[in-house]
């Protein structure tokens, strides 16, 4: 049987392709196309390209309303929509105060206190009927990283249905893949959470058919941290938490605000998404600590190993 693999650099990690019975010289011309795509999506939506549309509105939206374009106008809508789904723990308007935290993590209050009133989804305005919008003020900047790699993998997705390839499995960079159809020697593509101190031991297992998997949270070299909108602390857990739904869109923006969430938070956005499998692995020190299956979807299949 013949085996198509191909990888690439794309959205800030590596992007790879399997796909099982396609011959090579049709599946190089899907691969070309999802790479233009991945470039074309990765120049739109980065936060630090000049070029790139989300560039253009954190410089110029809070003076006058910017139009979009209708995928644009998409993308802001379904995060707006996921900030008020989880109660405001996904928000894309929170680069501001990383920065701030980054330069001092005791800033002053005043200052913190400023950028808490101001920054927020609800300082996103859209204006339906043109598709335009603009910025509540001129403290206000989107950051789509939480995003990005769950819209990216849905338009790989839609490329591979148009042209009518049934089996495959992608991954970026390990943290978020998704798996269509059937593995070459099973009913479903595998998919694991690695032990993030012990990279060959996996701790949890996935079944994937026609769904998406993805984790967010803890690595072993971890130099970053995400910040809970609501608290405006930076969150440093050690955990990570892994979500699989029928969307990677869904996958990838839950995760995000799952790891984020403390457990009273958690509980209420678990409620807006209820056919998700979502599990979370727990670390005290360098060891597991603890594995928690929050929520299981009675059409996903989990084998934990």
Not at 7 to 19: G, I, K, S, Y
């Amino acid at each position: 049987m013949e085996v198509y693999h191909n990888n690439c650099m794309a959205m800030n990690t590596r992007f790879d392709l399997v796909m099982p019975d396609c011959g090579k010289e049709s599946a190089d011309t899907v691969f070309k196309d999802i790479h233009k795509e991945l470039l074309r999506l990765e120049s739109k939506l980065s936060y630090f390209s000049k070029e790139s549309i989300v560039f253009k509105l954190n410089n110029e939206a809070f003076q006058n309303p910017i139009e979009l374009d209708n995928e644009m106008f998409e993308i802001l809508s379904l995060c707006i929509d996921f900030c008020n789904k989880t109660n405001g723990i996904f928000d894309i308007t929170v680069r501001p105060l990383l920065e701030l935290l980054k330069q001092n993590e005791h800033p002053d209050q005043e200052e913190l206190e400023k950028l808490h009133h101001n920054l927020g989804c609800d300082k996103l305005i859209l204006h339906p009927e043109d598709k335009t919008i603009c910025f509540a003020n001129e403290l206000v900047k989107i950051d789509l990283g939480g995003f990005g790699k769950g819209y990216a993998m849905k338009k790989v997705l839609d490329i591979l249905e148009e042209n009518l390839i049934r089996n495959v499995f992608i991954s970026f960079g390990g943290s978020s893949v998704s798996g269509v159809g059937k593995h070459p020697h099973g009913d479903y593509w595998p998919a694991g959470i690695q032990n993030v101190f012990q990279p060959s031991e996996s701790l949890y297992k996935f079944k994937l058919k026609d769904s998406s998997l993805s984790t967010s949270g803890l690595s072993e070299k971890q130099s970053f941290f995400m910040l809970n909108p609501l608290t405006f602390e930076a969150v440093k857990a050690r955990k990570t938490a892994s979500v699989v739904s029928d969307s990677p869109i869904l996958s990838e923006v839950l995760s995000t605000a799952l790891y984020i969430a403390d457990v009273e938070q958690r509980g209420l956005i678990i409620k807006n998404y209820p056919a998700c499998d979502i599990v979370e692995i727990h670390y005290g020190g360098n060891e597991v600590e603890e594995i928690l299956e929050i929520c299981k979807s009675e059409k996903s299949e989990q084998v934990q190993v």
